[in-house]
Structure formats: structure tokens, C-alpha cells
């Protein structure tokens, strides 16, 4: 599973992680004992908070951070797509209220 940006191209993702990798690598040698129990609580709660991370088995750092990548692209997307329905249901309430179609008065009975 790799998470790349659809706006990113696979090169500079990869010049990207290589990136974060000497960081990463550079902080993971300058912490101590205590840090690094803290780091393994965050990656714990990673894995209980994205729900495409199987909580039965095993799961590596990397891919719990793949997967959490992943979920927010995802949620991204839906966020764009809901824009989207608001905007088009905007469209119509516009579109009805300019209109010349009126609804019968509400005579206040169920059924007629």
C-alpha cells in the first residue's frame, strides 16, 4: 500500500520520504527511553483512531502511517464531495425560489 497525493508526482514523494527518513532517523537517535514509550502510545491511538488499520494483528509504524495518510485523503475527498452536494442542492433551492411554480397552501389535513 503506498499513499501518494493525487497533486504530488511519485518523485517528489520519494524525494519527500527520503526527507523524513534522515529526520526521522536524527530524532529517533537523539531520544530517550521515555520519549520513545510516548511515540509508541501515539502510534497505538493512530491504530485504534483509522478504521482501515486491522486491530487483530501486528501492524508496523510505517503502515499505520501509510494507512493514516490514506484516511485522510479519503476524508479529503469526502469533504470535497459534500461541498459539492451542498452547492448543487444550493443550486436547486435557487432555482425553485426563482421559479414560478407555487405549492398549494397547507390546509392543515393529512390526507384529502
Known amino acids: 500500500m503506498k499513499a501518494i497525493s493525487p497533486v504530488r508526482s511519485v518523485r517528489s514523494c520519494y524525494e519527500a520520504v527520503c526527507c523524513v527518513s534522515e529526520q526521522s532517523l536524527s530524532i529517533s537517535r537523539s531520544r530517550s527511553p521515555c520519549e520513545l514509550s510516548d511515540m509508541n502510545d501515539c502510534y497505538s491511538k493512530l491504530k485504534e ?4 488499520i486491522p486491530q487483530d494483528k501486528s501492524v508496523s509504524q510505517v503502515e499505520i502511517l501509510q ?7 479519503d476524508l479529503q475527498i469526502a ?12 443550486d436547486v433551492l435557487r432555482a425553485l425560489q426563482s421559479s414560478e411554480i407555487t ?3 397547507d390546509d392543515g389535513t393529512l390526507c384529502h
Open 49 to 52: 483512531l483509522v478504521p482501515s
Open 103 to 105: 405549492f398549494p397552501k
Open 79 to 90: 469533504l470535497e464531495n459534500e461541498a459539492d452536494t451542498v452547492k448543487n442542492s444550493a
Open 67 to 73: 494507512h493514516v495518510i490514506d484516511y485522510i485523503f
